[in-house]
């Protein structure tokens, strides 16, 4: 959804969060073709975007240690949350985290419990 701080369209509304999942939703239901339906953290928040896997998401992004257009924009989503709190939150919203890399070639389910420190760092999606 659209964030208006700083931007030239102060005045444009935001999409409410019944908005927003009910458009993943649909997203899921009409684009069955398209593998995946990205609830993007940054731009809806932690919360929505947990929320968000409930409606057909199924992918949340992962962490990000770099940032500036949607906080520019007001984002208050914090950068670069560890691996363990994301996955939690995907299994909390009766999911399973995976890593994958940027292209959606290369999946490895992901334990919160993993030791594994050394391993590529991918960011944690979501798969149903």
């Known amino acids: 959804p659209y964030l208006p701080d700083h931007s030239r369209l102060p005045d444009a509304q935001l999409a409410s969060a019944t908005e927003v999942l009910r458009l993943i939703a649909v997203s899921r239901l009409m ?11 940054m731009n809806l ?44 939150q995907i299994i909390d919203a009766g999911a399973r985290p995976v890593q994958r890399n940027t292209i959606y070639t290369q999946f490895r389910r992901f334990e919160p419990d993993d030791d594994d420190r050394g391993s590529m760092r991918l960011p944690i999606a979501m798969m149903g």
């Open 31 to 41: 684009l069955d073709n398209i593998p995946h339906i990205k609830a993007y953290r």
């Open 45 to 88: 928040g932690d919360p929505l975007a947990e929320l968000a896997l409930r409606h057909g998401a199924d992918d949340i992004d992962g962490t990000v240690g770099h940032e500036e257009i949607m906080h520019e924009a007001g984002s208050q989503t914090p950068l670069d949350d560890d691996r363990v709190k994301l996955a939690r």
